[in-house]
Every structure is written in structure tokens, then in C-alpha cells.
């Protein structure tokens, strides 16, 4: 593909989870993979270096409260397949990866369904103040049964009803990290022996439908207040979501065609919400398989192949479509889903056609989505990946990639090997980062949240914040 003068520069994210083969399942079997080391800090300092070492805007670690029992009605699949279970907590990983790199960004998946926001602000500032701002929050709403049954709930609330208890879940957190602690409320004066100025905390006295919490943050001011705000609902209730609230929002497609929508509608949605089309950077799914040539990366995918576990990609897709696909023999076509889960994935995998037009099979869903999960999978060289990479980016506006691995960090040091050098010599990647927060690095604003965000109305003075 022929570059411009000025060639868009394309952005990398690693995306993992604290569990064995996160998207690609049964790799973990594979001789050149480490996930089976997720309990192992080294194994995440390690990674982390590695990272930055490739100029990857971030780390984006997935997560999930509870198991993937809606195949066959049962967990005993996906704890046989390890299909994102065992799973541990992300946030406990940030601190040690932040310790080894100076520029690596954190995306942290948290839910707003089950941890109340008055302690989760605490611990949000508290890793933004121990990275020296380098943290997001991937903001999620949970779609596991599972989950909600473990949480003393009979099952999940309805998937817009969800949106709704994040949409306050979101006005306290902003209340809490804008709103509160004026910038100069730490004084730490030694003569007069006061520390901080009870003038300048302010009780937020927020009493709304789903929570009450009238008091103040009990953090002082981190370096960038908020947190990044990541997002990666694209269902129109989500994208909704994203417009007022995300700085960068992750998705996802089989085909480009369908890419290119979502995009568009995300770009849209963002405007529509008072705010510049290219105010969240959106990053697509995807898994790359490369070598020094085609050749070596196609034998490299099917050694892959065939450690993938057909099985473990439907107990995933069950999980991600809320539909139990042990009910239909594998070589039925897959018909229109209705999902109280992820809306977007069920509509996805619908619509999706194998090479003649026909609709995919539940084997046809197994076997495509045995690696790199929702996400399409690129095959190639580095000059043949950096190729579809532009095409991708210029065909869909992205503005880069969340790439999944099929082995850790095998898949991401291929990248860096292969593919990054390729993108450079053309002028469409970074050679280093900016300076400071990691949300000036991704916008290039500063370190708080631009005046058109959500979250800037609630900033002390608006009248948006009681105290």
C-alpha cells in the first residue's frame, strides 16, 4: 500500500486478562506460550517491558466476575477448556508493571455492578497516583449470569437498565475524583502544622436512584483526576454510553464492512454528544500472526491451529452471545440471536457468511473464533501485515489495534519483531511517547479532562457538585 507524505500513524494496544489463553482458547498447551504463568508478577513485569519496548500506547487486561456456564447450562466446560477461568483480579497488577516502564499505559476492566463507587474512586486514585497517571478504566457492566447469581442477584439486570446504573455509577466517580478536592487543598505547611485545608474538601451530597454518598473522596488530587475512560459497548445503548463518557472505546467485527459501520456510528454518537469526532481513539480487535515471510507466518498459524480448542471458543461464545449453543448440532447455521449480554457480539456473529455467502455454522463460529476470539485474525509477513494494517485504518477510520495474542508474548514480540519496524520505515508508527499523562500521550490535551467531557461539568464550581 503507497503511504502519503504524511501517513497516519497507527496505535498499539496488548490486550490480556489475568487468566490462561484469554481469547485464543486451548493455546495455552502450546510450547512457546507463558499464560499459564498469569499468577507469576514476573511473568506481568516482564510483558510490561516488553511493551513499552514496541512504543504500545497500553496494556488493556479484560476481565469477568464469575464463569462462562451459560454453554450446556454448566461451568464444568469452561473450567475443563480454561476458558477464562481461573481468573484473577487486574487492578493488583498495575503497581508492579508501572514500577519497571515509565510510559506504558494500564486499560483496567472494572464493573459497575458489584463494587459500590465510594471505595473503587479510592483505588482508582490511588494507582493514578502511583503510576503518575498512566491508568484507565475500562468501564463494563457485566453479562454473565453467573456473576449476578454470585452476587446475590437471580440474573442480570436488563441490558439497557445496566447502562443506566453505570450512567450514575459514572456521575459519582466524577463527583468524587472532580469535584471534591480543590487542586490546592494539600498545603502541608510545617509551621502551622496543617496538612490539608478543610475549606477546600467538599462533600459531593450525592442521593440519586441507585447510590448515596454524601461525604468526600477520601483521596487528594492524582495526576489526572479521572481516570482514562475506556469503553467497548457498540450496541446503541453503549455507544450512547461511549459518546458522553469514553476517551478511547475498543471494538470489534468479523468483516470490515461491518467495521467501518460501527466506527462511523461511534464517530457520530460523539458528535452528537457535544464532542469532536475523533475525541476517543477507537481501537478494533485483532490478532496478528506474522514471521519473516508469509510462508513462515501461515505455517506459524497452522501449528497454532491445531492446539486451538473448538470446544472452548463455543463455552466463550455462549458466554459473549448469552445463548447456550450446545443446543443445536454444530453444522446448523446460526439464525438471528436476541442477547441480553454483549448485544453487539450476538449481531456480529449473525450476520457473519463464510466465503460462499452462507451463514456460518456453530462449527463454522467454533473454528473462526478458536484464535483471537471476536476478532478477525491477520496471517502474513511484516510488510503484508503493515499492509493490511493502513488498509484497515484507511477503510474504517480507525485509529488503531487492540491486539489479542495467540501465545503470550510470543503473538506481541512477532509484532515488535516483524511488523513494527515495516510501519516505521513508512512513517505510520510512533518511534517513542510523549511526555507526561496517558491521557496526553493518547490526545496530546494535557492531563485533565478536556471542558467538553461529561466528567468536566462536575469540577468544583459547577453547579453540578454540591459542598
Known sequence: MTSSSEPRQIRFNAFDMNCVA????GLWRHPRDRSRDYRDLTYW??????????????IFIADVLGTYDVYGDSNEAALRTGSQVPVNDPILLVSAMASV??????????GTAYEHPYPFARRISTLDHLTKGRVGWNVVTGYLPSAARNMGQTDQLSHDDRYDVADEYLEV????????????AV?????????????????????GTHFDVPGIHLSEPSVQRSPVIYQAGASPRGIRFAAENAEAVFVGAPTVEQLASTVAKVRDALEAAGRDRYAARVYTLLTVITDATDELAQAK?????????????????????????????????????????????AANIAAATGEDGSS????????????????????????????????????????GFNLAYAVTPGTWEDVIEFVIPELRARGAYPTGYEPGSLRHKLHGRGDRLPDEHRGASFRIGSSAVVG
Open 22 to 25: 484469554h481469547q485464543s482458547s
Open 45 to 58: 513485569t516482564d510483558l510490561a517491558k516488553t511493551l513499552e519496548g514496541g512504543a504500545f500506547d497500553g
Open 101 to 110: 516502564t515509565e510510559h506504558l499505559g494500564f486499560g483496567i476492566t472494572a
Open 173 to 184: 466517580l466524577y463527583k468524587l475524583w472532580e469535584g471534591s478536592w480543590e487542586d490546592d
Open 187 to 207: 498545603v502541608a505547611d510545617r509551621e502551622s502544622g496543617v496538612f490539608t485545608d478543610p475549606a477546600k474538601v467538599h462533600p459531593i451530597e450525592h442521593h
Open 301 to 345: 498459524y497452522e501449528d497454532y491451529l491445531s492446539y486451538a480448542s473448538e470446544l472452548g471458543a463455543l463455552v466463550l461464545n455462549s458466554g459473549w452471545m448469552g445463548v447456550d449453543l450446545s443446543q443445536w448440532d454444530l453444522d446448523e447455521p446460526l439464525g438471528d440471536v436476541e442477547s441480553n449480554a454483549i448485544q453487539s457480539a
Open 360 to 399: 456460518w455454522t456453530i462449527r463454522d463460529l467454533a473454528r473462526h473464533t478458536a484464535i483471537g476470539g471476536l476478532g478477525p485474525v491477520a496471517v502474513g509477513g511484516g510488510a503484508t501485515i503493515a499492509d493490511r494494517l493502513q488498509e484497515i485504518q484507511e477503510l474504517t477510520d480507525v485509529d
